[in-house]
């Protein structure tokens, strides 16, 4: 007659999980009388059972989980097994420093960012209208007013942000402003 029942955890199939996936982490006990099953995801409940299914797997899965195996006899947790959820770059944006509207002449610094596992490897900077990259890297000083986006890629896919306006300013005055008037006093 067992005391409390030991268990252990698994998880198939193992190795790379991609999200999309399913995947099912069964637990094993030796105890007797027979035991129930509750599975935890750090410290909350996430089902009951032997197996625990997650089927289009996302990165909210990603996290701790273990078992808890118990009968009249006691309870017994599980060690610890870590889900770890790869997936391509989501939720890339830019921001604008210092501002949007800059001097003629200077540059703002543009900086990407996402959220993917494993981290974005390249970001790439294309200039909208233009057929090639204008810059890589993680920031991007923008020389000229336009319009400018950014690749984010990792080795399970890209996604491109937003594109973010750049505008020129002489004196306080946009620049299509001041270019418009250098065209009229020129028709003078």
């Given amino acids: ?17 991609l999200e999309g996936s399913s995947v099912t982490l069964t637990c094993s006990s030796d105890g007797n009388p027979p035991v129930e099953y509750n ?16 089927k289009k797997i996302s990165s909210v899965n990603s996290g701790e989980y273990k078992c808890r195996s118990s009968n009249e006899h006691g309870e017994k947790l599980s060690e610890a097994l870590t889900l770890n959820v790869l997936y391509p770059p989501k939720s890339v944006s830019v921001s604008i420093s210092p501002s949007s509207e800059t001097a003629e002449g200077s540059s703002v610094n543009l900086t990407c960012s ?31 007013r336009g319009s400018y986006y950014c690749e984010a890629q990792n080795e399970h896919g890209s996604q ?29």
């Fill in 1 to 17: 007659m067992k005391l409390s029942p030991s268990v252990s955890v698994s998880i198939s199939p193992s190795g790379v999980i």
């Fill in 160 to 188: 491109k942000s937003a594109a973010v306006t750049v505008k020129g300013v002489i004196d306080g005055k946009h620049t299509s402003c001041y270019k418009q008037r250098v065209k009229y006093s020129e028709k003078i």
């Fill in 114 to 144: 996402s959220d993917a596992n494993p981290p974005v490897q390249n970001y790439t900077w294309f200039k909208e209208g233009g057929s090639s990259p204008v810059g890589s890297g993680h920031s991007y000083m923008a020389p000229q």
């Fill in 39 to 54: 599975w935890i995801k750090g410290t909350s409940s996430v089902g009951k059972g032997e197996t625990y299914t997650m």
